[in-house]
């Protein structure tokens, strides 16, 4: 092989053939990121965002499929929540006296207490020689039991004896407003007890018409509904309202505390057109737009103002800014509003 061949034949080599480079002093980079490819997710600059799918199934993304419909149309009403009279009670001193512990000590907030228990008693008289003579006066009736009518000992007996406040239901005490050796005054509350699975909510109506067109109402606690039942409508007004009484049972109501504002949305018995969402699905532009992300392909997704009532705690009624058959992000939307 001449040397002509040769020279060709290591020209092919070297340019064929990957060898270690090593950087100069100064120059080594260490341990670099990765350059940023274009498949990562990103804002577009029509507003869009794209979304590849490996990241969507990080993200937790899911999408349904919008369809309208002829929908309940609700409205909101600020509500409170209130004892249920039949499954709660007060307990309130009949004498002034000064306050002792039941057997159990006395009872704490939260503590669960049965119907007919002892929670605390209350001596009568306290204080000053009243009580000392109306003592000593018993013990000289007792002396004299012969001769005496019994009707007068057992007033004596009376005077002196302790109140015993008790439970009447059984529940969780909601408040308690003494202490031991606390001098309190007749008919003034102790004790609140209630059934945190049973309470009532009082809503205010302001336009008359409502309480004779709710077909059904709802309350949103944390992430659960609860279905509420128009237990009785007020004769009278309060606030320029008609206060309106609903009652709503279940385990999600014990989260719940007696004094609470709550938004009651009640459905009507009118009708609107519309596309029923979760709430989960509605976000906020930069131009404080309700919006919703809906997804236009496979990796891609474009916010869409739109306008709404509610419908219930958990859903609401779209009536314009998308079409029916169109997918829309309800899980993770909040994630897919982040990305810039």
Same mark, same amino acid.
């Given at each position: =092989?001449?040397?002509?061949?040769?020279?060709?034949?290591?020209?092919?080599?070297?340019?064929?053939?990957?060898?270690?480079?090593?950087?100069?002093?100064?120059?080594?980079?260490?341990?670099?990121?990765?350059?940023?490819?274009?498949?990562?997710?990103?804002?577009?600059?029509?507003?869009?965002?794209?979304?590849?799918?490996?990241?969507?199934?990080?993200?937790?993304?899911?999408?349904?499929?919008?369809?309208?419909?002829?929908?309940?149309?609700?409205?909101?009403?600020?509500?409170?929540?209130?004892?249920?009279?039949?499954?709660?009670?007060?307990?309130?001193?009949?004498?002034? *006296?000064?306050?002792?512990?039941?057997?159990?000590?006395?009872?704490?907030?939260?503590?669960?207490?049965?119907? !007919?228990?002892?929670?605390?008693? /209350?001596?009568?008289?306290?204080?000053?020689?009243?009580?000392?003579?109306?003592?000593?006066?018993?013990?000289?009736?007792?002396?004299?039991?012969?001769?005496?009518?019994?009707?007068?000992?057992?007033?004596?007996?009376?005077?002196?004896?302790?109140?015993?406040?008790?439970?009447?239901?059984?529940?969780?005490?909601?408040?308690?407003? /003494?202490?031991? *050796?606390?001098?309190?005054?007749?008919?003034?509350?102790?004790?609140?007890?209630?059934?945190?699975?049973?309470?009532?909510?009082?809503?205010?109506?302001?336009? =008359?018409?409502?309480?004779?067109?709710?077909?059904?109402?709802?309350?949103?606690? !944390?992430?659960?509904?609860?279905?509420?039942?128009?237990?009785?409508?007020?004769?009278?007004?309060?606030?320029?309202?008609?206060?309106?009484?609903?009652?709503?049972?279940?385990?999600?109501?014990?989260?719940?505390?007696?004094?609470?504002?709550?938004?009651? /949305?009640?459905?009507?018995? #009118?009708?609107?057109?519309?596309?029923?969402?979760?709430?989960?699905?509605?976000?906020?532009?930069?131009?404080?737009?309700?919006?919703?992300? /809906?997804?236009?392909?496979?990796?891609?997704?474009?916010?869409?103002?739109?306008?709404?009532?509610?419908? #219930?705690?958990?859903?609401?009624?779209?009536?314009?800014?998308? #079409?029916?058959?169109?997918?829309?992000?309800?899980?993770?939307?909040?994630? &897919?509003?982040? &990305?810039?």
């Amino acid at each position: =092989m001449n040397i002509r061949k040769q020279l060709i034949l290591l020209t092919i080599f070297l340019s064929t053939t990957t060898l270690p480079v090593a950087a100069g002093p100064g120059h080594d980079h260490g341990d670099a990121a990765p350059v940023a490819t274009g498949n990562s997710p990103k804002r577009q600059a029509d507003g869009s965002v794209f979304l590849p799918k490996p990241a969507q199934r990080q993200l937790g993304v899911r999408t349904v499929m919008l369809k309208d419909g002829e929908l309940p149309k609700a409205l909101e009403l600020s509500g409170r929540v209130v004892m249920d009279p039949n499954a709660g009670g007060k307990v309130q001193a009949i004498v002034a *006296g000064r306050v002792t512990p039941g057997p159990r000590g006395l009872p704490l907030p939260g503590q669960k207490v049965s119907k !007919g228990e002892v929670l605390a008693y /209350v001596t009568p008289e306290v204080g000053g020689r009243t009580r000392s003579l109306a003592e000593s006066r018993l013990q000289r009736l007792r002396e004299l039991s012969d001769t005496v009518p019994r009707k007068m000992i057992e007033e004596a007996e009376a005077a002196v004896a302790n109140e015993q406040l008790r439970a009447p239901v059984s529940g969780v005490i909601a408040s308690a407003s /003494v202490v031991s *050796g606390q001098v309190v005054d007749a008919r003034e509350t102790l004790f609140e007890i209630v059934n945190p699975e049973r309470m009532v909510i009082e809503a205010l109506a302001f336009d =008359m018409a409502v309480a004779s067109n709710i077909a059904s109402a709802t309350l949103a606690v !944390g992430d659960k509904r609860v279905m509420l039942k128009l237990v009785g409508v007020a004769r009278s007004l309060r606030e320029q309202a008609l206060p309106l009484t609903f009652r709503g049972e279940g385990v999600a109501m014990a989260q719940l505390a007696l004094g609470q504002p709550v938004k009651i /949305v009640v459905q009507t018995r #009118d009708k609107v057109r519309g596309i029923a969402v979760p709430t989960a699905a509605l976000m906020k532009n930069p131009a404080n737009q309700t919006i919703v992300w /809906v997804k236009t392909g496979p990796e891609r997704f474009e916010p869409r103002p739109v306008t709404l009532e509610p419908l #219930d705690g958990s859903t609401v009624a779209l009536l314009s800014g998308v #079409d029916s058959g169109q997918r829309v992000a309800v899980e993770a939307a909040n994630l &897919i509003n982040q &990305i810039r």
